[in-house]
């Protein structure tokens, strides 16, 4: 053993010497006992409140390890799940305003819960008259328009008020239908299919008589089907 | 309540307030902590002052000992460090010498006046105190590294790493301390060798 005694044997009355030396071991004078105890009492720490012992074992590097554990496993665990979560919330929307904002009902009546929330998201100035519609996609679209009432949705007109609201924005695109319209005259005029041509040339008349005479009436190839 | 339970336990407990457990502390270790420091320093009224200071200190550090430290390693450091710096103070204030008083009072004998003369004692009860006395003088005369190493190895049976943990050095040099210090014990008590074979 490597905690023996590293001496030879010559020692052992020296040994005995020093057990019974050992044996008669003075005792320590009573002096100075009470003011030990004293000190000890006056040291000792008062035993702290439930709380605080429940704060210290937190503290403690197990505790801190295992509060640790588990909140990386639980945000791992959220982390790992990120479409249960969208799912969850965008059922929700849609199952609040769908169902009433699109009633199973015919194109030419709009349905009265829709309109109630047409008339609680458009100021009173703005209220469209009723229009059909024409597909339950577009109902839908518009059901999504309107199933948030935010401050967004008021400010921005819906689509179908456009055409009235802006006519500046509104001229461009005739422009260009009647120049395609006119065109399109021409190249059917170009292939010998006058009556297309004739079609297209009286529909430019139609809406705009003066750019007729100036692009359609003017071109050769259409001026020669037309008469 | 307490008296089976460990040293370590009995301070951690003391640290949660509760005193009974420092008072069993106190009485399973006082004896041993004050025989040691007295055969390291030698004096009665040094080594209750020591003693004093070391039971203080252990109180005061309470809060901060940890329960893996074995306890009478803390214990012994504190009162090894205490001897070891009241025999330094005394070592500037004078040199001790075998015709000086061993205390401070005028009537007390020289260490010449204890270490006996060569005839026998007449009964065994005498022998003892002879030997043991000479005993005393030789652990005295040894040095501070070695007299410490000894005693805790002697007289209070720690094991050599607990003493080195003590003392602060490697344990093979606690092993050459132990092993010079016997020797050096060996050669004083020479002439009293076949006293202490007699001797019971």
């Known amino acids: ?227 | 309540m307490f008296n089976d339970t460990a040293d370590e336990d009995l301070m951690v407990t003391y640290q949660k307030g509760e005193v009974r457990a420092f008072e069993v502390l106190l009485s399973r270790h006082r004896k041993p902590v004050f025989n040691f420091i007295l055969r390291f320093v030698g004096d009665r009224e040094t080594a209750e002052d020591l003693l004093q200071e070391s039971f203080m200190r252990v109180i005061k550090g309470a809060e901060a000992y940890k329960r893996q430290a074995k306890f009478t390693t803390w214990l012994y450091t504190i009162a090894r460090n205490l001897c070891v710096d009241q025999t330094r103070r005394r070592k500037h204030r004078k040199h001790a010498s075998l015709d000086a008083p061993m205390d401070s009072s005028e009537e007390s004998g020289t260490l010449m006046d204890v270490i006996p003369g060569n005839e026998m004692a007449s009964d065994r009860k005498s022998v003892n105190k002879q030997l043991h006395e000479q005993m005393q003088i030789a652990i005295a005369a040894l040095s501070e590294d070695q007299r410490e190493v000894f005693l805790m190895r002697e007289f209070l049976d720690m094991p050599f790493k607990q003493i080195a943990d003590v003392v602060g050095v490697p344990e093979n040099t606690v092993k050459s301390r132990m092993r010079y210090a016997l020797e050096k014990l060996r050669l004083e008590l020479d002439e009293y060798k076949d006293l202490a074979k007699v001797a019971p």
């Open chain 1, 1 to 227: 053993m490597a905690d023996e005694h590293d001496d030879d044997p010559d020692s052992g009355s020296l040994r005995h010497v020093f057990s019974e030396m050992r044996a008669v071991d003075e005792d320590p004078p009573a002096r100075g006992l009470a003011e030990l105890m004293a000190a000890a009492r006056a040291h000792a720490p008062t035993p702290l409140p439930w709380w605080q012992r429940i704060a210290h074992a937190l503290r403690q590097p197990p505790a801190l390890a295992v509060a640790s554990i588990v909140i990386l496993i639980g945000g791992a665990l959220v982390i790992s799940r990120p479409d249960a979560t969208i799912e969850e919330v965008a059922p929700t929307t849609r199952s609040n305003v769908a169902p009433t904002a699109i009633p199973p009902r015919g194109p030419s009546t709009p349905p009265q819960d829709e309109r109630r929330a047409k008339a609680a998201v458009t100021p009173k100035d703005m209220t469209p008259p009723p229009r059909p519609r024409a597909t339950p996609s577009a109902a839908g679209e518009s059901a999504g328009h309107l199933q948030a009432p935010s401050s967004e949705n008021r400010v921005v007109p819906p689509s179908w008020l456009g055409a009235n609201s802006n006519p500046e924005q509104e001229s461009a695109p005739s422009q260009l239908g009647l120049q395609q319209l006119s065109e399109k005259a021409a190249l059917a005029a170009t292939r010998g299919d006058c009556e297309a041509a004739k079609a297209l040339a009286t529909r430019v008349a139609a809406q705009d008589p003066a750019y007729y005479r100036d692009h359609v009436a003017s071109d050769a190839a259409v001026a020669k089907c037309l008469n």
